[in-house]
């Protein structure tokens, strides 16, 4: 299995608290993701980075924000939570270099904003 | 726009032989893949197909059509652990970069 965690695991906020997930490899991959995944949506993307200090919007980017400042780390910041943005949030890495490029998945954070 | 639809939910005997359809309508086509998806877990690479045709890995085996816009995931001798959800996605090339959109998922229960 790829090495990857995210932090927390579970997470209950209120409404306009910044909140930050994190996620780590320890794989080295150069691509990272943020999904955002709820019934009847799938998966979603959010942000993604390519690189150290190179990250771009997904379809779903509104209200979050990332930073990646070492290839093994992308922080995922909800500026203000809202209760749309509860959800489960899953973390992927891919290495453009590697096989079919798939992606491997972290294990999730779940979200919950009253 | 970029649309994948996958059916809803799915039943299956123990045993039996399932097949999961999904058919996209995305530009730029760079490959789909197949993920499993057990209930609050993280999604598992399966498969992969970039050309037309049948790729076999073991019990499961995925298909594609690139000009129909359709693949399906072939699931045989059906084991109760293979309930899970089953994730269709397409690879597009966008903004420099190849990035995944997913169907909303088929989620299969196995009976025995």
């Known amino acids: 299995d790829a090495g990857i965690t995210q932090s927390p695991r579970h997470k209950v906020t209120e409404t306009g608290t910044p909140v930050t997930l994190r996620c780590h490899q320890t794989?080295?991959?150069?691509?990272m993701y943020w999904y955002r995944q709820d019934p009847g949506h799938g998966l979603r993307l959010i942000h993604y980075?390519?690189?150290?200090?190179?990250?771009d919007k997904g379809e779903v980017s509104d209200g979050y924000s990332v930073s990646r400042s070492k290839t093994e780390d992308f922080l995922l910041t909800l500026e203000s939570a809202t209760s749309s943005q509860t959800s489960v949030y899953f973390c992927?890495?891919?290495?453009?270099?590697?096989?079919?490029?798939?992606?491997?998945f972290g294990p999730g954070t779940r979200l919950t904003v009253l | 726009g970029q649309n994948i639809d996958q059916p809803t939910e799915m039943t299956a005997t123990e045993g039996a032989i399932v097949q999961i359809n999904c058919t996209y309508q995305t530009s730029g086509f760079n490959g789909l893949f197949w993920y499993q998806q057990h209930a609050g877990e993280a999604p598992t690479f399966l498969s992969y197909n970039v050309l037309d045709g049948l790729e076999e890995k073991g019990r499961f085996s995925s298909f594609l059509s690139r000009s129909k816009g359709y693949s399906y995931l072939l699931l045989k001798e059906l084991q109760m652990k293979d309930s899970a959800s089953y994730l269709c996605a397409v690879r597009v090339f966008s903004g420099g970069y190849n990035k995944l959109i997913f169907g909303a998922g088929t989620r299969l229960a196995v009976h025995p």
């Open positions: 980075s390519y690189g150290v200090k190179d990250t």
């Open positions: 992927a890495i891919s290495d453009p270099a590697g096989g079919y490029n798939e992606q491997f």
């Open positions: 794989e080295n991959h150069r691509y």
